[in-house]
């Protein structure tokens, strides 16, 4: 999500005339996109703006911050950055910039009209259409509130990305979160639960597709939400799915289409019907789990149990059994004994997940749980948190190993570190190193024979073929 949002903030800034440098001492404006979900993440801004601030003694500078920013942080970034916006607030960010006494780039070219030079690139975007769009509300929305929050993100939606890779990009669906887990910020940074228009988000993935991209990833904090907001008005998640499915056959052409994150109340039999039944649908499932106790769940009011959990992912295992399955988990959360814990490790160890993304609880300003003692001792947090790795590490290498000599379609994304190699990943999103130097084969879906199996990771050769007859019907083994 924070990619994504780079895409369309990369766009306004420019869009005022101003251009990217590699150095950020040779920058004369400099903004976070910052994620108050993780403390860590916020300590790092807190760095970056300290050591900004010093270079305001000896020259000219101006500050922004975006992003998921919870309302405590937001109260001391006030009094370090210039300026400070929420992303459905992007639109106005040229506005804000004006106001502060900054005369853009572009503003300077309208009053000193200058021939273009041929290089120079054309980017536009008629930020002020931007601004009235959407401006009259609904009748049949229930609350003044949510219905300038959609109009807000619809504008910001309307923001045209400017995409940072040829094959591969991030497609907002959805914003916000109603379901108020204990433990997260997510409600109180993103807002309520808003939908994209399905004609907009067809209309983006089939432009991607026909450009050429290899890869596209649907947003938002909740995608199996998607269009309940809008009942009656707007298709389902899965039937969007659908949707794209067909339109992946009608096109010919081989992509994949991720989504994430879902949440497992939402999730139901359809939408793995509908991943089962079309190719471009990667065979690759984000399902959080985050505890499996019963009673830990229900303390973070997580609305599903491990029954549901248990058939959804027996669901996947019936319909996709060569789907890999992707999740993350809090160790250490308020109240966690070593008994709820075990069974965390209990569950680890049944639904044998590819990759896991285990975090060490820390409350978090605004959610519920920050009011609750955090009475599980660091020490142990992080003693939970290796058990739990090494789990794991078990199940990932396992699968790994049984795609030792097979031929697999590999999406080849950049070179590797080491030298003489490419790396990539595989529909099911295991990253793979892959012999061969020809940068050509970048952003291209080419088949690979796996000769080594790592806990992680894999590493393969290029097997022979060429790039019009291969396709995934023809390289799976």
């Not at 890779?165 to 497609?171: G, L, Y």
């Amino acid at each position: 999500m924070n990619k994504s949002d780079s895409e369309r903030v990369k766009r306004v800034i420019e869009s005022m005339g101003f251009r990217p440098t590699e150095s950020e001492e040779d920058a004369n404006l400099l903004g976070i996109l910052a994620c108050s979900v993780r403390q860590k993440s916020i300590d790092k801004v807190y760095g970056k703006i300290h050591k900004w601030n010093k270079r305001k003694d000896r020259e000219s500078l101006i500050t922004f911050i975006s992003g998921c920013v919870l309302p405590k942080d937001r109260e001391q970034f006030l009094k370090t950055f210039d300026i400070i916006f929420t992303m459905n607030e992007l639109p106005q960010f040229p506005e804000m910039i004006a106001q502060y006494g900054v005369v853009s780039p572009a503003a300077l070219r309208m009053a000193n009209p200058q021939p273009a030079m041929e290089s120079e690139p054309e980017i536009s975007i008629d930020l002020a259409q931007l601004a009235r769009n959407k401006q009259q509300v609904s009748a049949r929305d229930i609350q003044l509130s949510i219905d300038k929050e959609r109009v807000q993100i619809d504008n910001f939606w309307d923001i045209k990305p400017d995409y940072t890779s040829d094959f591969e990009a991030f497609v907002p669906i959805q914003n916000g979160c109603d379901k108020f887990c204990t433990f997260c910020a997510v409600p109180y940074t993103r807002g309520r639960e808003v939908s994209r228009s399905s004609d907009e988000i067809l209309q983006e993935v089939k432009s991607l597709v026909d450009r050429g991209f290899k890869s596209i990833t649907l947003l938002g904090q909740n995608v199996n939400s998607y269009g309940l907001d809008k009942k009656g008005e707007e298709i389902s998640f899965a039937q969007l799915l659908r949707n794209i499915g067909e339109y992946g056959n009608e096109s010919g052409k081989t992509f994949w289409v991720y989504f994430t994150s879902p949440h497992p109340r939402d999730m139901g039999d359809e939408v793995i019907d509908v991943i089962a039944a079309y190719p471009c649908l990667a065979k690759q499932i984000h399902l959080p789990l985050q505890s499996g106790d019963d009673k830990v769940l229900i303390r973070m009011n997580r609305k599903h149990d491990v029954r549901k959990y248990r058939h959804i992912v027996e669901y996947i295992r019936e319909k996709i059994p060569q789907a890999t399955l992707f999740t993350d988990i809090i160790v250490g959360f308020t109240g966690e004994t070593e008994e709820q814990f075990q069974n965390t490790v209990k569950a680890m160890e049944e639904f044998k997940y590819n990759m896991a993304y285990v975090a060490v609880y820390s409350p978090r300003p605004g959610a519920t749980s920050a009011r609750w003692d955090d009475d599980v001792p660091i020490q142990v947090k992080k003693e939970r948190l290796h058990a739990l790795s090494d789990v794991f590490a078990q199940s990932s290498r396992a699968y790994n190993e049984a795609l030792v000599d097979q031929i697999v379609p590999v999406l080849i994304t950049g070179k590797d570190k080491k030298t003489g190699y490419l790396t990539g990943y595989t529909e099911g999103k295991i990253n793979i190193r892959v012999y061969h130097q020809s940068q050509d084969l970048i952003g291209q879906i080419v088949p690979v024979k796996v000769t080594t199996a790592l806990d992680f990771s894999l590493a393969g050769e290029l097997a022979e073929y060429s790039v019009e007859q291969s396709s995934p019907e023809l390289i799976h083994s």
